[in-house]
């Protein structure tokens, strides 16, 4: 699949043969058959990124045997993030099902659910997996997602997605704990374009918006730099692996698994587990920027073989949350943020920016050429995967 065209801003409405990602991300691109750069990108992750059956069957016990091996003689084996939603719950459950003791993180940000929280204890209870929260400095937090409110930009999730990466750094490093089990997924999130949200580990991104536009000093947020991440990451001190990249992870059986075996409640919608997320992507996202995230969500299940295009696109004529839902958001968004109407609605009201209006890594020539060459690199393991089907060593 080669030859996308791109587009000007001012293009003329398409949607995707394949999936439902349409020109409501900016920067889509289709190739002559009408599909999109979101399918091609997602058949050369699941090529390089994610498991085959048979690569399971061989790798899997291996790579679980070295974590409990490294592990041995400390209280811990690894560090898993939880957030009550499906797939940080379902890794709790499966690494307790693979015999590993993992210890959980949960960074508390002020916005949980109720349910949330009752999701968290029960199953972790259930599971016999000792909890830290992390509760972050509410006044200081407040001021950065004030402070990304008004620079405009779609990012107002990235500081609370930060954070928790922070977080999970600085309890593995306390604990000796050398392996950090991620729930991010291809089979369920790879279809978010970078347009929507953009900059998790650009620190430099997130002191810039909030020097320019923050009130009080940020004495305890916490935060990494680029450098300490690749250092950190590439010296093997910890080592993070995408563990449901390297089972035969869907998302309705896991959904099965988490009702019945540990009376975990759903949220109606990915992410719903905070009321700012569920805010944030039912009414700020699609109402300024245009962007409904469920897009890329139904994407990359459709991708994933596990819902069809034509019930993604029946799901997509409902409303992203309920209207008193929606209703009842805004009222507790704005009371906790200190925020009036009029307030919010000259913020609803300002242009549109993005990551590129700041100082950020994301806009340094240095990250844009090694992100190329990744890519690159990427495509070329897939061709090679594709000519020869087999564990990747
Ligand atoms: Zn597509």
């Given at each position: ?13 398409q949607?995707c ?6 020109t409501?991300d900016?920067?889509i691109r289709f190739?002559?058959?009408g599909i999109c750069?979101h399918c091609?990108?997602y ?6 990124l994610?498991?085959?059956?048979e690569?399971t069957?061989?790798?899997l016990t291996p790579l ?7 592990g041995?003689g400390k ?7 939880v957030?009550g939603?499906?797939?940080s719950?379902?890794l709790a459950?499966k690494?307790?099902e693979l ?5 959980a993180v949960?960074?508390?940000n ?6 949330a929280?009752r999701?968290i204890e029960?199953?972790l209870?259930?599971l016999h997996?000792?909890l830290?929260?992390?509760v972050?400095?509410?006044d200081e ?10 620079a405009?930009?779609?990012d107002?999730e990235?500081?609370?997605d930060h954070a928790?990466?922070?977080v999970?750094?600085d309890t593995a490093l306390k604990h000796?704990?050398k392996?950090i089990?991620?729930g ?5 999130e790879s ?7 953009t900059?998790?580990?650009?620190w430099r991104y997130i002191k810039s918006?909030?020097?320019r536009?923050g009130?009080i000093?940020l004495l305890?947020?916490?935060h ?6 690749t ?5 093997g001190?910890?080592r993070?692996i995408?563990l449901?990249?390297c089972?035969q992870?869907r998302?309705?059986e ?9 009376g ?5 919608g990915k ?8 805010f ?15 897009r890329g ?6 991708l994933?073989?596990?819902?069809s ?6 799901e ?10 929606a209703?009842?958001?805004r009222e ?5 943020l200190g ?5 919010f ?5 300002l242009p549109?920016r993005?990551?590129?209006?700041y100082p ?5 020539l240095a990250?844009?050429?090694y ?5 690159v690199?990427r ?5 090679v ?8 060593r």
């Amino acid at each position: 699949m080669s030859g996308f065209r791109g587009t000007g801003t001012r293009r003329p409405y398409q949607i995707c043969k394949r999936c439902i990602m349409d020109t409501s991300d900016p920067t889509i691109r289709f190739n002559a058959d009408g599909i999109c750069n979101h399918c091609h990108t997602y058949d050369i992750h699941v090529r390089t990124l994610v498991w085959t059956p048979e690569q399971t069957r061989v790798q899997l016990t291996p790579l679980i045997d070295k974590i409990r091996a490294e592990g041995r003689g400390k209280e811990y084996d690894c560090l898993i993030g939880v957030s009550g939603g499906v797939d940080s719950t379902y890794l709790a459950w499966k690494v307790r099902e693979l015999g590993l003791r993992p210890l959980a993180v949960h960074m508390d940000n002020g916005w949980d659910a109720e349910l949330a929280v009752r999701n968290i204890e029960l199953t972790l209870k259930k599971l016999h997996i000792d909890l830290v929260t992390e509760v972050l400095d509410w006044d200081e937090f407040r001021d950065i997602q004030l402070a990304f409110l008004e620079a405009s930009t779609p990012d107002a999730e990235i500081p609370s997605d930060h954070a928790i990466g922070a977080v999970m750094l600085d309890t593995a490093l306390k604990h000796g704990i050398k392996y950090i089990l991620g729930g991010s997924n291809i089979r369920t999130e790879s279809c978010v374009p970078a347009a929507w949200s953009t900059g998790v580990r650009d620190w430099r991104y997130i002191k810039s918006v909030h020097a320019r536009f923050g009130k009080i000093p940020l004495l305890t947020f916490p935060h990494y730099s680029l450098a300490k991440w690749t250092f950190l990451t590439t010296s093997g001190r910890v080592r993070r692996i995408d563990l449901l990249n390297c089972i035969q992870y869907r998302k309705s059986e896991a959904m099965d698994v988490l009702k019945n075996q540990l009376g975990w409640t759903y949220y109606g919608g990915k992410h719903y587990e905070s009321i700012y997320t569920r805010f944030f992507q039912a009414v700020i996202l699609p109402q300024k920027f245009g962007a409904d995230k469920r897009r890329g969500h139904l994407s990359a299940l459709i991708l994933s073989g596990e819902l069809s295009r034509e019930r993604a696109l029946e799901e997509m004529k409902e409303p992203p949350c309920p209207a008193d839902q929606a209703r009842e958001d805004r009222e507790f968004v704005l009371k906790k943020l200190g925020l009036s109407e009029a307030e919010f609605e000259r913020i609803m009201t300002l242009p549109p920016r993005s990551i590129a209006d700041y100082p950020a890594y994301e806009n340094s020539l240095a990250l844009q050429t090694y992100r190329a060459a990744v890519r690159v690199r990427r495509r070329l393991m897939a061709g090679v995967r594709a000519a020869s089907p087999g564990p990747v060593r």
